[in-house]
């Protein structure tokens, strides 16, 4: 999956992925994941409410997002003031606790994002499709330090029934993957059938469950 597949989306505006609600799951469950006061690494951010969610708490936020017009986007709607920089091949955004470096995620250094303490992926995974996977978390791995705590929120549904993104990621890929680095633990698994959403009912999707893991990397 090219970049242009992502800025084609945003430029068209099929974000059906994006909420304007902060995730449930991140309400429930982060509480007991990160202390007030964590540096959050929350990778292919878009322009998730929940980054003003978790600065709200007390938390300083560092998204990750390919296209600009998702991170403007961001800022407009929380009426927040930016300023912007350019920082190696990134766009710098900033406004008070929460900093979006513009670009590539695979170009991410730990020198940009600093101590990070805390993960956020409500649908960075599930964006990727298989072939890109490994490399994702391993990019995870050289960037974050030992004992960073991570809420990481999956989908589980037929895959043969509709391509993704999002795409399915079953708990067996999810131990391969984050295994050999994480320690990590299922929290809740969340029957969404009922809130597929047409594409997924008109594909024949009978089951879709929302599976939210815990993290801790070693």
């Known amino acids: 999956m090219q970049p242009g597949f992502w800025t084609a989306r945003w430029e068209r505006q099929q974000i059906g992925f994006h909420s304007a609600h902060p995730n449930p799951q991140l309400c ?3 509480p007991m994941m990160a202390r007030a006061g964590s540096r959050v690494l929350v990778p292919l951010c878009g322009k998730s409410v929940d980054m003003a969610w978790l600065a709200a708490r007390g938390h300083r936020v560092v998204g990750v997002e390919l296209s ?3 991170v403007q986007a961001f800022f407009a709607e929380q009426g927040l003031a930016y300023t912007c920089h350019a920082q190696g091949s990134f766009n710098l955004y900033r406004s008070g606790a929460i900093e979006i470096w513009q670009g590539d995620f695979f ?3 730990t020198e940009h994002i600093g101590h990070c303490t805390a993960l956020y992926d409500r649908a960075a995974l599930i964006a990727l499709p298989p072939a890109m996977r490994k490399a994702y978390v391993e990019h995870l791995q050289q960037l974050l330090p030992a004992g960073c705590l991570g809420l990481m929120l999956s989908l589980e549904y037929a895959q043969e029934k ?3 993104p999002p795409f399915s990621v079953l708990p067996a890929e999810v131990q391969a993957l984050y295994g050999p680095g994480w320690a990590l633990q299922t929290l809740a698994c969340i029957d969404e059938t009922a809130r597929a959403g ?3 009912h008109a594909a024949g999707v009978t089951q879709l469950h929302e599976r939210v893991y815990g ?3 070693r």
């Open 28 to 30: 429930a469950h982060w």
């Open 68 to 70: 600009a017009i998702a």
């Open 215 to 217: 993290l801790c990397k």
């Open 162 to 164: 509709i391509p993704g």
């Open 107 to 109: 170009e991410l250094a």
């Open 198 to 200: 047409p594409r997924f």
